[in-house]
């Protein structure tokens, strides 16, 4: 390719990059602001959270688009391939997790804040926490092609199980010491599932970004420690 090519093949490149971490920045502050607006009832942000699904959507869309155009048009191959179809898998895992934030947002409504416990308040609260750290630094890992803290991610994914475990836990319990709980702990549960389910599309995301940096693919058995099957 000529050097004019090789520059708009770049800027190409680029922009999608930028679109990768648009949709990033977008699904964790929708996963914030939803947790939030779980937690203290609030309708109004969780209605914003709804709305910006769409926006997720139509980022995708961009990027598929444009993802689309590159191969047919420049024909990549190797590494500058790979980084192109593992930027349409990006996508999709975090237009997913955009989907999972605006579910719990969907249940604010059902669940009163005067039924959530400090206790499990708190421990909702940590789950997210734990989730918002793995994408912020997944999108961070992806940017920087940092190839052995993407390892590092994916491993830690274990402590989102381990989280999620406990708070399962602790929603069996409030519904036998009070059956009148039953039908905000299960919408509860709900979202708890989501977060744990957000934790694993931010591992598809580490590993597709692994395989852009390195062209290996991580082992296929992942670390998970999810006991509620058991429970």
Not at 13 to 38: E, F, K, Q, Y
Not at 135 to 142: A, G, R, S
Request: hydrophobic share 40%; net charge negative; aromatic share 4%.
């Amino acid at each position: 390719m000529s050097g004019h090519t090789v520059s708009s093949f770049d800027d190409e490149l680029n922009h999608i990059d930028r679109l990768i971490r648009d949709m990033g920045d977008l699904a964790s502050s929708m996963v914030a602001d939803a947790t939030r607006s779980l937690l203290q009832a609030q309708e109004a942000s969780a209605q914003r959270v709804i709305s910006d699904d769409v926006v997720m959507d139509a980022r995708q869309r961009e990027l598929d688009e444009r993802a689309i155009t590159l191969i047919a048009k420049r024909q990549p191959m190797a590494q500058d391939l790979r980084a192109v179809v593992a930027a349409i898998r990006i996508a999709a895992d975090l237009e997913r997790i955009g989907d999972l934030a605006k579910n719990i947002a969907k249940r604010v409504g059902s669940v009163d804040a005067g039924t959530i416990k400090t206790p499990l308040s708190h421990s909702i609260e940590a789950m997210s926490k734990l989730v918002l750290d793995q994408i912020n630094n997944v999108i961070t890992y992806y940017v920087t092609r940092n190839a052995e803290g993407l390892v590092s991610l994916r491993e830690a994914d274990e402590l989102i199980d381990i989280k999620y475990t406990s708070v399962f836990r602790e929603l069996l319990t409030y519904m036998m010491e009070d059956p009148r709980k039953i039908s905000a702990c299960t919408h509860l549960l709900f979202c708890a599932k989501n977060l744990e389910r957000i934790g694993d599309h931010v591992t598809n995301v580490a590993e597709n970004a692994f395989y852009v940096i390195t062209g290996e693919q991580l082992p296929a058995h992942r670390p998970k420690v999810d006991e509620t099957a058991s429970v």
